[in-house]
């Protein structure tokens, strides 16, 4: 059955539905991993977001719950170039067209992604939705429109658990805000010995310095940091008392919490092959990445020109830039000189992606343990 995609600038893309016939609308996106296409459509940062795969085929080795990041699909649709349906793949517990569709996620084959991709990268990440041939554009429009843009929206709050989830261990204690928490983060934190403990998104600071915590950690998550200022808020709190480790979207939640900017990137950065450097190494590491915003420099800049490590005067003294972009030369990651704090921007637990930045794991417990 004929399909499309129509962006909020009025660009069509015709396709073919390759799940339930089924409209969907959000922001729309592109990821260029080769694989992981099930690990990117359960991550919680993809919420609100329609995925466009810039690799050509998807479905290739089919689904399996080993590959779960949590325990539902988030992305509100999916686009490809070529959809495919292999179950009896080695590893696969069922196909990846039919699970899509016993999941009730539209989904379009059959589109060239290539264009798709370019459009976004030259005019930005903008709203878009997935409608079947018989719908006027004039309709699909107005839907597309009823959608707020991707700035300004609370999304932690539609992927936080309602209650605390207690996962025991014989090392360190370390309570997790959880505004989306994946769970390859969770099981590269626990083959490590922490006793994790994750908390709703809307936990205060009193209620987390309770327990008695060796550290905080602040997960991923989707939406626009600017408008989470009642977990910010929290995390100011903490800053200073306990040791606090951000990824991703809690990189952003503690760079505001300590007086920094965010700011929207024009298409994000989504995929497993952005080149980082961290600054006091010297070493370069291929990552994993998920984000739309990013932490403006101590300038107010959007890109940092030099490789040394620059500093920013924040609430909680200084903040020395760790890591570096090598694509556009954007935050990366940072540490906190006069208070324990530090994060990084980019994905370690990988999930999928390189393992070349694993390690930051074992630092941040290292670290804790030796406390």
């Not at 993809?46 to 080795?61: D, E, K, S």
């Not at 200084?318 to 940072?334: F, I, P």
Request: glycine content about 12%; hydrophobic content about 35%; proline content about 7%.
């Amino acid at each position: 059955m004929s399909a499309y995609l129509l962006l909020e600038d009025g660009s069509r893309f015709d396709g073919e539905w390759a799940g339930p016939a089924l409209d969907g609308v959000g922001e729309v996106v592109f990821n260029t991993s080769m694989s992981g296409y099930q690990e990117a459509v359960t991550d919680p940062s993809y919420a609100g977001q329609i995925i466009t795969f810039t690799y050509p085929l998807i479905g290739n080795y089919g689904v399996s719950m080993d590959h779960m990041e949590s325990d539902r699909i988030h992305a509100r649709a999916v686009i490809m170039r070529e959809g495919v349906d292999r179950e009896h793949a080695s590893r696969a517990e069922g196909g990846w067209l039919t699970w899509l569709s016993d999941c009730g996620v539209p989904a379009l084959t059959g589109v060239d992604t290539r264009a798709l991709v370019r459009h976004i990268r030259d005019k930005g990440a903008m709203r878009g939705g997935v409608f079947g041939d018989q719908v006027p554009e004039a309709a699909a429009r107005e839907r597309l429109l009823e959608e707020p843009p991707m700035s300004g929206q609370d999304l932690a709050r539609e992927v936080t658990p309602s209650e605390p989830q207690i996962l025991p261990g014989p090392g360190p204690l370390v309570l997790g805000i959880d505004t989306g928490i994946k769970t390859s983060i969770v099981r590269n934190l626990r083959e490590r010995g922490v006793g994790l403990e994750l908390y709703p998104c809307g936990v205060n600071a009193e209620e987390l310095l309770a327990r008695g915590p060796d550290a905080v950690f602040l997960a991923n998550g989707p939406g626009d940091p600017a408008a989470l200022d009642h977990i910010v808020g929290t995390v100011r709190e903490l800053v200073g008392k306990v040791p606090v480790w951000g990824i991703c979207l809690g990189h952003q939640l503690l760079c505001r919490a300590v007086g920094l900017e965010t700011y929207k990137l024009p298409f994000g950065h989504r995929g497993a092959n952005h080149p980082v450097k961290d600054l006091e190494t010297g070493r370069i590491e291929i990552t994993s990445q998920n984000h739309g915003f990013a932490v403006l420099g101590p300038g107010g800049e959007r890109t940092i020109d030099t490789d040394e490590p620059v500093r920013w005067e924040t609430d909680f003294g200084t903040a020395e830039l760790q890591q570096l972009n090598l694509y556009d030369r954007t935050v990366e990651g940072l540490v906190l000189r006069d208070v324990p704090a530090s994060t990084v921007q980019y994905h370690p637990e990988a999930g999928p992606g390189p393992h070349d930045a694993r390690h930051l794991f074992d630092r941040f417990v290292e670290r804790l343990v030796a406390a």
